[in-house]
T-cell receptor, first 114, second 111 residues
Framework: NAGVTQTPKFQVLKTGQSMTLQCAQD?????MYWYRQDPGMGLRLIYY???????DKGEVPNGYNVSRLNKREFSLRLESAAPSQTSVYFC?????????????FGPGTRLTVT | GNSVTQMEGPVTLSEEAFLTINCTYT??????LFWYVQYPGEGLQLLLK?????DKGSNKGFEATYRKETTSFHLEKGSVQVSDSAVYFC??????????FGTGTRLQVFP
């Protein structure tokens, strides 16, 4: 049981390049999330998906797109990377809706945009 | 809006010292409260949670009590170990499953 996996672990991009961060979970969870972690700001929600085929914006969605490919996979795409997107990105999943559910996090992707 | 405020770090302690990390929140209704821990180079993992007023969450010697009257959820441990060195995040979820995080508090424990 791998839990939540993310690829790649590290990435360096030049301004204007594009890339897709991959996330997969093997816990049969319905909900999946993308966060970014910046120093002094905690984690902020970029996008989330309550179920296969649905996605919604979080707190900081500008510059990102997402795809919920199936129940297992939730990808995050940067179409034209900017230095302000230098961050650590975490994917998470949970088994359902509601305020009591635990979220399970992947190990993160450290992205640097030069 | 909903928010979480944590004490600034780093918190530096000697092994076996008592730990308190303060967390206060602002939220409408009756949120659930969480403490997540992030060990170096890893993702976050749930440490403990409480879903209603006066609930006490506990795990691995850590405790936190949901205090609605003071809107607080302070994390405590009676005797810290070097292996507890990590970043600790307080978080809440109000009406949905979306989490709102505090800024995190780094704990450094020295032998």
């Amino acid at each position: 049981n791998a839990g939540v996996t993310q690829t790649p672990k590290f990435q360096v991009l030049k301004t204007g390049q594009s890339m897709t961060l991959q996330c997969a979970q093997d816990m049969n969870h319905n909900s999946m999330y993308w966060y970014r972690q910046d120093p002094g700001m905690g984690l902020r929600l970029i996008y989330y998906s309550a179920s296969e085929g649905t996605t919604d914006k979080g707190e900081v969605p500008n510059g990102y797109n997402v795809s919920r490919l199936n129940k297992r996979e939730f990808s995050l795409r940067l179409e034209s990377a900017a230095p302000s997107q230098t961050s650590v990105y975490f994917c998470a999943s949970s088994e359902g809706r509601g305020r009591m559910v635990e979220q399970y996090f992947g190990p993160g992707t450290r992205l640097t945009v030069t | 809006g909903n928010s979480v405020t944590q004490m600034e770090g780093p918190v530096t302690l000697s092994e076996e010292a008592f730990l308190t990390i303060n967390c206060t929140y602002t939220a409408t209704g009756y949120p659930s409260l969480f403490w997540y821990v992030q060990y170096p180079g890893e993702g976050l993992q749930l440490l403990l949670k409480a879903t209603k007023a006066d609930d006490k969450g506990s795990n691995k010697g850590f405790e936190a009590t949901y205090r609605k009257e003071t809107t607080s959820f302070h994390l405590e441990k009676g005797s810290v170990q070097v292996s507890d060195s990590a970043v600790y995040f307080c978080a809440l979820s109000a009406h949905t499953d979306k989490l709102i995080f505090g800024t995190g508090t780094r704990l450094q424990v020295f032998p």
